[in-house]
């Protein structure tokens, strides 16, 4: 009898062992993460519905209970630095075996996202060896979320922590680590880093789609997008890429025997299609399941995509929405940085106005903006110097998120203008240890005379200014510093209008602050911007 009774419970013990759900933590709980320090840090995962769950770590203890879709959290008390490894500790009451992630640090954490230039990686920057070589930072991990597109939010994300070495920085995204590593350096924590990015997306992808729908500006564009994506012939759009891929190879293979060089092989619809989502796809694959991981803040490196023909006018709204919506589905206002588009050659006004929109987004509280006008390849939407992109994004965070002292967080912005007859006075912000000139390399103070009008003047004169009156004609204009104010005239424009400077997709542009960092491009009228009108005379 003693001997049934102990086997029954036996076998009811290991019916309830097989019946259980797995005791899984998100994704993002993973053996060499790392977590945010100075705040609450939310822990989640999921067991069977009802069941006592128990997180241990640093010496807390924190207790709750799976919900009806089986679904936890817990939220762990601020924590302090922590550079030694440590283990987290999961239990639930249905599962004999707790799960314990290892190598668990307390530092800081930023969420990198974007298109191309954010995916890219560490062995497609400049200097790949030198980088690798010096790569033994085991203080920096990255997570890479590998989910796709989806039409609904997703709870459940994917991916691993890697710890920084030699044999991994290869795969980071290069404007990721550049930025951790200088936060690294300088405040001397860990630094944890979670890559979601996904090369040649819109940013209308990863705003979720009731946000836009709901948008006064962008619900038009966001309901003649879903009737476009709702009507597509899958099947004519796979048609006629098999007959362009066809040409193609035919083409292909004549100029490779005649030593020309090859075209372009055209891109697969359906692929591209499935890799944007639509709207909201990529915002529900790749950060809705990331909500609410603790954050210190976030980084976006975008705008390429929005920058094709009618696209780059609806910026102005994305960039603030996707701004404002990820901080509310996080619950707060968390520190927010992008990098403005760089000179690239570009016809057509839209890379123009996607720039533009990066700086009103300023408008902002606790946001910054690497610019990048100097520092892009005109022959190449992908710049390899993604070093110097990193570290102005960390001089932006050093500064003002981290109150260190730092010899600027930004290049000088347009903070005003005053037309004086047939002059116009710009102040700016930023213009840290005074306006200078960049001349091949060098930080001048240009002459007290007017200098000639560029692109005649020599060493010190100031290039990138265009002013026009009320015909709308631009001329380009000579200019001097007084003070944090650049005064700029033109002999054919006798009752100035408006100014604009390195108003070009890649211009010829010197200004800059006496930190080395260069003034954003602006201009201060709103008239409409065909290519023909952004070019001065």
């Given at each position: 009898?003693?001997?049934?009774?102990?086997?029954?419970?036996?076998?009811?013990?290991?019916?309830?062992?097989?019946?259980?759900?797995?005791?899984?933590?998100?994704?993002?709980?993973?053996?060499?993460?790392?977590?945010?320090?100075?705040?609450?840090?939310?822990?989640?995962?999921?067991?069977?519905?009802?069941?006592?769950?128990?997180?241990?770590?640093?010496?807390?203890?924190?207790?709750?209970?799976?919900?009806?879709?089986?679904?936890?959290?817990?939220?762990?008390?601020?924590?302090?630095?922590?550079?030694?490894?440590?283990?987290?500790?999961?239990?639930?009451?249905?599962?004999?075996?707790?799960?314990?992630?290892?190598?668990?640090?307390?530092?800081?954490?930023?969420?990198g996202s974007g298109q191309s230039n954010m995916a890219m990686s560490v062995n497609r920057a400049k200097d790949f060896e030198q980088e690798q070589a010096a790569a033994k930072l085991p203080l920096i991990r990255m997570f890479k979320e590998s989910s796709g597109a989806v039409a609904t939010p997703q709870e459940k994300c994917n991916g691993t922590w890697q710890v920084c070495s030699p044999e991994t920085i290869g795969t980071f995204s290069a404007t990721l680590y550049f930025f951790g590593r200088e936060l690294h350096r300088e405040l001397k924590v860990p630094v944890g880093l979670i890559n979601s990015s996904v090369g040649g997306t819109p940013i209308e992808s990863w705003v979720a789609g009731e946000a836009q729908a709901q948008s006064p500006e962008l619900k038009v564009f966001h309901a003649e997008e879903a009737k476009a994506d709702a009507s597509l012939d899958k099947a004519k759009k796979k048609a006629n890429y098999e007959k362009a891929l066809a040409l193609w190879k035919e083409r292909f293979a004549k100029a490779k025997k005649a030593g020309q060089s090859p075209p372009r092989k055209p891109r697969d619809p359906q692929e591209a299609r499935s890799r944007k989502g639509g709207a909201g796809g990529l915002f529900n694959g790749k950060i809705?399941?990331?909500?609410?991981?603790?954050?210190?803040?976030?980084?976006?490196?975008?705008?390429?995509?929005?920058?094709?023909?009618?696209?780059?006018?609806?910026?102005?709204?994305?960039?603030?929405?996707?701004?404002?919506?990820?901080?509310?589905?996080?619950?707060?206002?968390?520190?927010?940085?992008?990098?403005?588009?760089?000179?690239?050659?570009?016809e057509g006004e839209d890379w123009l106005l996607v720039r533009e929109a990066m700086l009103k987004t300023l408008r902002l509280p606790h946001t910054g903006m690497a610019i990048t006008v100097d520092i892009g390849d005109p022959d190449n939407?992908?710049?390899?110097?993604?070093?110097e992109v990193g570290r102005r994004l960390s001089l932006w965070a050093l500064g003002e998120v981290y109150d260190k002292k730092v010899a600027s967080t930004s290049g000088p912005l347009p903070a005003g203008h005053k037309i004086n007859?047939?002059?116009?006075?710009?102040?700016?912000?930023?213009?840290?240890?005074?306006?200078?000139?960049?001349?091949?390399?060098?930080?001048?103070?240009?002459?007290?005379?007017?200098?000639?009008?560029?692109?005649?003047?020599?060493?010190?004169?100031?290039?990138?200014?265009?002013?026009?009156?009320?015909?709308?004609?631009?001329?380009?204009?000579?200019?001097?510093?007084?003070?944090?104010?650049?005064?700029?005239?033109?002999?054919?424009?006798?009752?100035?209008?408006?100014?604009?400077?390195?108003?070009?997709?890649?211009?010829d542009c010197n200004l800059y602050n006496r930190a080395g960092l260069p003034a954003s491009p602006f201009r201060t009228d709103d008239w409409p911007v065909p290519a023909e009108s952004a070019k001065t005379k």
């Open positions: 009898m003693k001997t049934r009774f102990i086997l029954t419970t036996l076998l009811l013990a290991l019916l309830t062992t097989l019946n259980a759900a797995e005791l899984k933590p998100a994704a993002l709980f993973s053996d060499q993460m790392v977590l945010q320090r100075d705040k609450a840090v939310p822990i989640w995962g999921w067991a069977d519905p009802g069941e006592q769950i128990t997180v241990e770590f640093g010496g807390q203890k924190k207790t709750t209970t799976a919900g009806a879709d089986g679904k936890w959290m817990v939220k762990l008390d601020p924590l302090r630095t922590s550079a030694e490894p440590r283990e987290l500790r999961i239990a639930a009451a249905n599962h004999q075996s707790p799960v314990t992630v290892h190598d668990v640090l307390v530092g800081e954490v930023w969420l809705a399941p990331l909500i609410p991981y603790a954050l210190r803040g976030a980084v976006w490196y975008q705008g390429e995509a929005n920058s094709r023909p009618g696209k780059g006018a609806l910026y102005q709204y994305q960039l603030p929405l996707l701004v404002s919506d990820w901080r509310a589905r996080w619950g707060e206002e968390f520190p927010f940085a992008w990098v403005q588009l760089p000179n690239f050659k570009r939407i992908h710049p390899k110097n993604k070093q007859g047939s002059e116009v006075a710009i102040t700016f912000q930023h213009a840290d240890g005074g306006l200078v000139v960049n001349s091949g390399g060098a930080m001048v103070t240009p002459r007290e005379e007017w200098p000639s009008v560029w692109p005649e003047g020599g060493f010190g004169t100031i290039r990138g200014f265009a002013v026009a009156g009320a015909d709308k004609q631009w001329h380009r204009a000579a200019a001097k510093i007084v003070g944090n104010t650049v005064v700029v005239t033109s002999p054919e424009v006798k009752q100035p209008a408006a100014v604009r400077y390195a108003w070009e997709t890649n211009p």
